[in-house]
């Protein structure tokens, strides 16, 4: 799914949306990444954006917005709820959240331990002495400061403590 895949009305809204939803990113940027800009509005969007998204974009675009998804993307009533919206499945048939896993890491050789693993919670620890991750979804309280790209822009950090 590429932005020329999408009609100028939905163009339109996006660069609207996009700063509202992908709020660490210029909005052209956002449009470069559909799939991630559905998904932020799928998940977080009010159900008057949502309305508009349905409106405007394809049912098979957010579909693959769902097909693609990431870890943590969806909220778990998100997840449900367009699943049910674009697929008609309910809570029996509805596929599992993706989940994050860090199995690339034994990969290259890096050794790693899950020290908690929960639907909204990963914490990891790699090789004593050097690095721990955590990732946290399902929050509710809004974000605490803007958001640091980390010195090598390979990520974006909701705030630093």
């Known amino acids: ?25 210029p909005p052209q940027e956002s449009l470069d990444y559909p799939q991630q ?3 932020s509005v799928m998940d977080l969007g009010s159900f008057e954006d949502a309305a508009l998204l349905r409106n405007l974009v394809p049912d098979e675009f957010l579909r693959v917005a769902l097909q693609q998804a990431e870890p943590g993307q969806f909220r778990p009533r998100s997840w449900t709820y367009w ?9 029996a048939q509805v596929p ?3 989940v994050r896993t860090f199995r690339h890491l034994a990969s290259e050789g890096i050794g790693y331990g899950v020290i ?3 639907p909204s919670a990963l914490t ?3 090789q004593p002495g050097r690095v721990l991750l955590s990732f946290f979804g399902d929050i509710h309280f809004g974000s605490i400061l803007d958001p640091v790209l980390s010195d090598d822009e390979l990520l974006v950090a909701a705030s630093l403590l």
Request: charged share 20%; proline share 4%.
């Open 1 to 25: 799914m590429r932005q020329s895949d999408f009609s100028v009305a939905a163009i339109e809204l996006l660069t609207e949306l996009a700063p509202k939803y992908v709020w660490w990113k």
């Open 37 to 39: 800009l559905l998904a």
């Open 116 to 118: 908690q693993q929960e």
């Open 124 to 126: 990891v620890v790699t």
């Open 83 to 91: 699943h049910l919206m674009l697929n008609g499945l309910v809570d």
């Open 96 to 98: 599992a959240e993706p």
